[in-house]
């Protein structure tokens, strides 16, 4: 695998390549860089600023970012195969114009004010991340896996949570009469917090 760790030399190579296959990016600086309709297959991205990259029409696939900041990236009509980010840093992305059929992970990553509308997410893994006042809607996110995440402020309308795991997750707020939960694990502090919300008073 090659590595990169100049800038320049890293931006240029994005550039000129319509394919990148098997790179390692590190500790470089591709703000604002386009990756728009480029594939790229197993590479790696580390410690990596992609603030604001475009990435309409690329596909990504069996690639992993790791303590990588993509605040503001956008992913219009982004293919997403495999895709795996950890520590990452993904405020504000709006996921909604991603391709069909996605399949990605997060791991301990910052998703604050994300949007993610109209998208099937069947077993999602979102773990350990912060998921602070983003938005999912009709979503299909069944057997997903939200275990340690906050989900403060954070609104789910007219989504299919059937047997997602969210039983270690904190703040969470989802309207049973707007969502499909059958088989969805939430903690008893969860179910308390969605019992006051609708105006039970919850006992001893």
Do not use: Y
């Not at 240029?12 to 470089?28: G, K, P, T, Y």
Request: aromatic residues 8%; contains cysteine.
């Amino acid at each position: 695998m090659r590595a990169l760790t100049d800038s320049g030399e890293a931006a240029a190579l994005i550039e000129r390549s319509i394919e990148l296959d098997e790179l390692h990016f590190a500790n470089v600086d591709l703000r604002r860089v386009s990756f728009a309709h480029r594939t790229l297959s197993r590479c790696t991205f580390s410690a990596v600023s992609l603030q604001e990259s475009l990435w309409a029409g690329a596909l990504i696939e069996d690639c992993s970012f790791v303590d990588c900041d993509l605040a503001g990236a956008r992913l219009a009509a982004t293919r997403l195969r495999d895709a795996t980010f950890r520590r990452a840093r993904l405020m504000g992305v709006d996921f909604s114009t991603i391709g069909e059929f996605p399949a990605f992970s997060l791991d301990e990553c910052d998703v604050q004010l994300a949007t993610f509308v109209g998208l099937t997410l069947r077993k999602l893994r979102c773990r350990s991340c912060r998921v602070t006042d983003a938005t999912f809607e009709r979503c299909d996110l069944a057997q997903s896996d939200f275990r340690e995440s906050d989900l403060r402020g954070t609104r789910f309308e007219r989504c299919d949570l059937t047997r997602a795991d969210l039983s270690t997750a904190t703040g969470v707020m989802i309207d049973p009469t707007q969502n499909k939960v059958k088989g969805a694990k939430i903690s008893r502090d969860s179910a308390a917090l969605v019992a006051a919300h609708f105006g039970f008073v919850v006992g001893s």
